[in-house]
């Protein structure tokens, strides 16, 4: 791993490889900031936020979308709760936007989309990263696809794929800064049936640092 420690204003306490295709979940203090590394390129990085004191209060999409006016989330912008609270601010972006209607694969989505069956998704990530914290599938909310591509055309209309290959290079990152006692959950995609991975799931490095 590169050495971050002449980049950062701060000690590291999380420093974590993230296998692909495999869940990470982590708190993220106040004031902390989380930067998600993409290493080789091209992998889609699916994404939730709670307030990790009471995870009732969890990222909500309109909010952060009518509050950012676009589809696609980057430096600058902040992810709301449903109490219209700052979760994370995204203050570094070297990828340039990321994708927020796509959703989270998961098994079956994988078989009404593409035909193939017992093959999970992010969804599964996502439960089994939520169920270390005591939560379940209704805390599973639509997320945020960091390093994804899902281009809508002026007719708004989507591809046929939905999600199209990635525009991220190796060692791309996004940074966000804790607004608050945050849990971040990350399902490190294990998709090979949409160009979202370009077919090679691969791993990410997740850093915490304040």
Excluded at 31 to 60: S, T
Excluded at 182 to 207: H, K, W
Aim: proline share 6%.
């Amino acid at each position: 791993m590169n050495d971050m420690s002449g980049r950062i204003a701060g000690a590291i306490r999380i420093d974590e490889t993230v296998p692909a295709g495999r869940p990470w979940s982590g708190q993220v203090r106040r004031g902390e900031h989380l930067r998600i590394i993409d290493l080789a390129g091209r992998q889609g990085v699916d994404f939730l936020c709670y307030n990790a004191n009471n995870p009732g209060e969890r990222y909500h999409a309109p909010n952060t979308l009518k509050a950012s006016r676009t589809l696609l989330l980057s430096e600058g912008h902040v992810l709301y709760s449903d109490e219209a609270r700052p979760i994370f601010t995204i203050t570094e972006d070297t990828a340039g936007g990321h994708d927020t209607i796509g959703g989270c694969c998961s098994a079956p989505s994988n078989e009404m989309l593409y035909g193939v069956t017992g093959v999970p998704g992010c969804r599964e990530n996502f439960l089994a990263a939520l169920r270390e914290h005591g939560m379940t599938r209704r805390d599973i909310v639509p997320n945020i696809n960091f390093f994804c591509n899902v281009p809508v055309t002026a007719d708004r209309e989507l591809a046929n794929t939905v999600f199209v290959a990635g525009k991220s290079n190796p060692g791309d990152h996004v940074e966000l800064r804790a607004e608050m006692d945050a849990l971040a959950v990350i399902s490190n995609c294990p998709q090979v049936n949409n160009p979202c991975n370009e077919g090679t799931p691969t791993d990410i490095r997740v850093v915490v640092w304040g």
